[in-house]
């Protein structure tokens, strides 16, 4: 009767809301299970809106995941727009789940993907809303146990004081092992404080609560100890097999429009080519692939049973895939009478040939997009970016040739040792892009769309770049006005990322746990939606910092000691440290290191496999 009297009193609101169908539930595909045959509740909350959430494919493969165990009903949360909130807050209703109307503080384990930084705030947002305290020490029950993983896991110190437990590194490996414990937990009736000691020994779980940490009189940390028999390092979790690990064969098919609106399935994990200022680059590895056979099924399965009209294969860089050529073959040979596109993503400009594009454009000809990074052949050694100016513009040169007239440039601003020249560089390749298609297109009357976006560098833990300082906002907005100067050529769009998201993202992605309070500041003077420009309030974070005793350039804008202890060397992400650093060097003198598929680089991730081994 209660459930039947709060679902009527959401629905009332639903009317005054910006796109309803962000809240309603009910998609074609989403699971519904009898409560009183469960015995673990399981929120999947993706802090930020439906539209965004719901095109992350981690999240749909761990929804699948955990709805396949008897037993476990997994459910979906997400951020609402500023609307919604405030309806649910004047009508004094928490946020629900979209499967059963539930409100989040019924769950037993709530679950939170750490996709970026700018997030965090709606981290605690949802949890107050949800009717669940915010910090982890006022929750003293198992029930609304908070758990997170992701990217931004491999720091998660600054929310150390929100999260009782971190998953690292595939969900799919870890996530059950936690389930089953608190299913035995919650049988047995432990403690939440015997149940965290318990759980901090499977290998790749980060429990903050076991872990002390102490820091130097100038603010670094000294030492980060473990209690009560935890590991001194939580090393990351890896699927062993792509081929054999769970996928699912249905996608939950959203009900309102969302930004990836498409099927997907994961050609491999990992990517062999080593940017220095990637993250993922490093943190995925090492390099797994799935076979070809297993993609054509999965593909198949998945469109068979959700109607999609457009397929992605996915992959840090889709056009390193060995078995690519055979792979499209066999998509196209499904997707074309079926009048279903096929979108590769991710291709790299040294890789990209008239095969490929022919197949490509056989079911779409949309813009094709490459990652040129720096306007320098030194600076793009310094990143290890690995590709030619003349990969670019022969890349380009195919592409115009086949008839391609919208090409997308990416850049970054403010990477290491970056020099005007650098930016000069910019400038000068898009020209070439622009002359390439004057020489190379069939049909001038319609015109070139060439867009350059240039976002702005920020250091990342468990990089090689980790020990670098980013760019004050300053030279940020300095280098981003002189781009507009010298962003001429005809045909060419400049766009560019806004600085002070990105040095906010900076000072939280190198945090420590000193800054929770200042997240908590933040929230509590009302930052959330951080991500979108219409709510980001740069002076209200810094506000938060300085009341808080913090300062964001120590975070931000310092260079870091190659002997400095990191709040994150306590989290293993495959690559070693020692690497990570050997690679810093290198990038001092601009010396490449060649992909893995060409040469073992050493970064000791290959041990992670059974009976793998590092090659240097």
Known sequence: MEERVLHKKIEAILSRVQKPARYVGGEWGSITKDKEKTDLRF?????????????????????????????????????????????????????YALESGDPLNAFDIIGFTLQYELSFTNILNMLDLGGVPVMAEERTTLKNLVVAGGPCAYNPEPLCDFVDLFMIGDGEEVILDLTSLYRKAKRENWSKGFFLSEVAQIPGIYVPSQYEVTYCDDGTVRAVTPKNGAPAVVQK????????????????????????????????RGCPRGCRFCQAGHTY???????????????????KNSGYEEISLSSLSTSDYGELSALTEGMLDYCEPRHISLSLPSLRADSFSTELMQRVQKTRKS????????????????????????????????????????????????LPTETMEDLDGIAEICKKVAYCWRMNTNNRARGVRITASASCFVPKPQTPFQWDAQDTLETLREKQAYMKTIMKTKNVTYNWHDAETSVLEGVIARGDRRQGKAIYL??????????????????????????????????????????????WDHIGCGSSKLHLQKEWELSRKAAVTPDCMMKCAGCGAATLLKGGKCCV
């Open 522 to 567: 933040a929230w509590q003077r009302g930052c959330k939606l951080d991500g979108w420009d219409q709510f980001f309030d740069y002076q209200t974070w810094v506000q938060a910092f300085q009341d808080c005793g913090l300062d964001p350039a120590f975070y931000a804008s310092r260079h870091r000691e190659l002997s400095e202890t990191f709040p």
């Open 43 to 95: 929120a999947f909350c993706f802090p930020d809106v439906y539209e965004v959430g719901m095109s992350h494919l981690g999240s749909r493969i761990l929804y699948g995941l955990l709805n396949e165990q008897e037993g476990i009903w997994c459910e979906r949360v997400f951020t609402p727009w500023v609307d919604m909130e405030q309806e649910l807050r004047s009508a004094g209703l928490p946020l």
């Open 237 to 268: 979790r890896i699927v062993q097999d792509l081929d054999t690990m769970y996928y699912p064969e249905s996608f939950v098919v959203p009900s309102t429009d969302i930004v990836f609106d498409r099927a997907m399935v994961e050609l491999f």
């Open 285 to 303: 590895r090492p390099l797994r692939t799935k076979s070809k056979d297993v993609l054509l099924r999965q593909a198949k399965n998945v469109l």
């Open 367 to 414: 813009g094709l997009t490459f990652a040129c990074e720096a306007g320098s052949q030194r600076l793009r050694d310094v990143i290890n970016k690995n590709i030619t100016e003349d990969d670019v513009l022969h890349a380009c040169e195919i592409a115009f040739q086949g008839g391609w007239n919208n090409v997308k440039l990416y850049f970054m601003l403010g």
